[in-house]
């Protein structure tokens, strides 16, 4: 089982809400570019992007920062980490995020904060099944 | 752990690097002890810019005009560059050998990965230069974490590259979870015995827990290294991030990396499949062109090849691994055979790691020599690089051996009883291990093929002629894996080499047979200046040249010059300047090659090398030596008779047609060097001129004083 951050585009209303929790969170900005969940306005719902933990981007680090926890999460260890971006450009979903000015990469660890900053439950934490 | 005796310390401050530069040189001397640090000068920094400059300005400055390999005062330098060790764009971690060569008696530069020049620069080195000669078995390391650098007693037993790196890596580690933070370079047991000979750079792989190890492959440095003395080179730095470098734009370096790691994301699989295979794709190219090298070049294709091809070697490769030689390389062409299982030599019946083979060495190893079982190639793979022989080298070696063998030249009585036909495997293992062991025809088959022509003629009384006609090698060096008969710029390409015929100066076949992109002799002649100064540019940074082309942009078709693959050339450009913060633009980029480039023919000359006389390839890279090789493209040869020389091949001899067809190719390849020497701004006798000298700004006194005993 893996924990992963579920979508439901249908029900996203692109209020953005998660993406301000997130950058809070994580970097002390308000900024969406910042945030590890990003909501692309489209027709005839929003794109919603977060990792869904597949582990690619496990197997392109060089450096073994990346690492799949206990819980089936994709982990980052900073210290490791030489900042190469193989991960960035491996990552099929685009969820691994480089940032302006930073050296480390970063992406979505199910933590679940914007979950509860969500109005219309277009975002939740589920155990599923390996893909 | 082995009992060490420090013989000398030396302590240095650390501080970090400025926008790709330390300013400083090392300097250890092995025979005298002495360790010191040396100023990098502006004008180092302006005319030579870093890498293989650096690598000969201290070299020039450290032999005599007659200095020979194996005199004390012969230097291996290692130099790596402003860009080196930047793990944002791919294949930034390389660094560049230089010494004189115990093959051509010049200098001789290898481009190598590993992660030996990255550290050893991040420790607080622009260039590390070795001199002397040692009286006991010694390791000099680098600790890049406490700044010092210690020359130690070495009685390991040892010396074996696949072992030694990993016992030192091991040894030198702080921990266990920390061996990815020393690196090593070594020789082997080849080494002490024959010039065809290279170094071991290693690089600790994480996933694998294994040391592995890549070539500073051509002319011999591993033996000047063992003639040294010196057993190992060991860095150690713990401190890599992703802005070690301290680059002055980081953003730019970041993006443009970036970039080029979702084009080979995107292209790999359809371009090149450099992480499923490496080089080894090559093969099946080349033979299908007719340009992979068989029967010691007579042949370029052959059915039997497919033996060999990738698809072969991807059943026995790991997939799936990062095999970067250097962080942040994701074109990852290193690939390796894991658990393999010798069926010769000293390592016979126990599981070792192989690393690649990469396409020369499957040339060299397998198609020259008919060899055409793709084991029996990682198997000499294995063994060239543990005893710190090189595969291209021991390749061309062998194969004229082979050849030498089918002509009754030689025979299993001059052999010691090997029996070198064609594809004789076992044969060809033999004199490989004779070569660690220091004995038998191994050893004379180890003295390069220069050596072997002398040899044969002399005790064998074999025709001089035809030995330097199929003998394939130039200035002493033997020419890597590439048919460069039918195509007239490559010829160039390989002969007009400096160091010695390889392809690394330019590969120009595909632009000039295959695709006729370069039809006149200037047009072939710029191509000449451009491709080696081009890449002359990565050795001064510190980078690798595959992911300048091996990847291409989808639209690069479409652009004003493909060959040169302007988006990636602008892509150097840009990372250049976003870490040194210097501006460059793709003509300056040039003209920094150019000096270094016009700097090392000069040091050649000082060498007794580098004029016309010294550029002639053997006949067989030219054109058909024998009759059947003749008859094995007779039409193509008939035609090109008929339509190039205006004679009619009806009725002619064989004999009478190769004959003219001789003279028709030398008298060509003497015309493409004279366009070149022109483009190059030098003389017909191939040395630079003065004006030209000093319109690249090349024109330091030293250089003056050589070049004019020559003019
Ligand atoms: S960051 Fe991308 S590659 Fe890595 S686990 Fe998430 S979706 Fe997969
Ligand atoms: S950027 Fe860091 S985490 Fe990503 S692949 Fe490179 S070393 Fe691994
Ligand atoms: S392309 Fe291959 S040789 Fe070049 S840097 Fe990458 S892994 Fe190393």
Redesign the pocket.
Known sequence: MKKVLMTYPQNCIACHACESVCSNLYFKVDDPAFSRIRITEAEPEPHMNACNQCGI?VQ????L??TINSQGVVM?NKN?????????ASCPTGS?FRHLGGL??FKCIACGSCTEACPADAISIAETKEI | MTDRKILAEFSYDLKPLEKGYNRRTLYVNVGSKEIKSKPVSDMMIDKFVGGKGFDLYLMWHGVKDDTKWNDPENEICIGFGPLCGNTNYPGSGKSIVTTISPLTGIPVDCNVGGHFGPYAKFSGWDAIEIQGKAEEELIVFIDGDKGSVRILTAPDEEINSHILAEELIKEFADSPDKHQFVSVVSSGKGAEHVPISCLNFSFWDKRRKVARLKQAGRGGTGMVFRDKRIKALVVKFSGLK?DTNHPEDLETLQKTGLKLHREIEEGDSSQCHMREVGTAHLVEIMNDYDLLPIKNFKYGQMDEAKGLASWEFKKLFTQGMPDGCW??CSLACCKAVDGFIPRSGPYKGKSVLVDGPEYETVGGCGSNLCIWDAKDVVELNFYCDTYGIDTISFGTSCAFAMECYEYGILNKERTGGIDLTWGNADAVFELIHQMARGEGFGVIVGQGVRKMKETFAREYGADPKLLQDMGMEAKGLEYSQYMSKESLAQQGGYTLALKGPQHDEAWLIFMDMVNNHIPTFEDKAEALHYFPMFRTWFGLQGLCKLPWNDIEPANNAETDEPAKVPEHVQNYVDIYTAITGKPLDKHELIRQSERVYNFQKAFCLRMGRGRRIDDVPPYRAVGPVTEEEYLSRAERYDKLLQEKQGIDPAGKSTAEKMALLRAFREDQYQQLIDAVYKRKGWTPEGVPTLEHLKNIGMDLPEVLEVVKRFL
Not at chain 1, 80 to 88: F, G, R
């Open positions: 981007c392109t680090c060089p450096t920062a990346l980052l490791l980490c030489i900042s190469c971006y193989m991960c960035v691994m480390a990469p | 992703g962080y942040g």
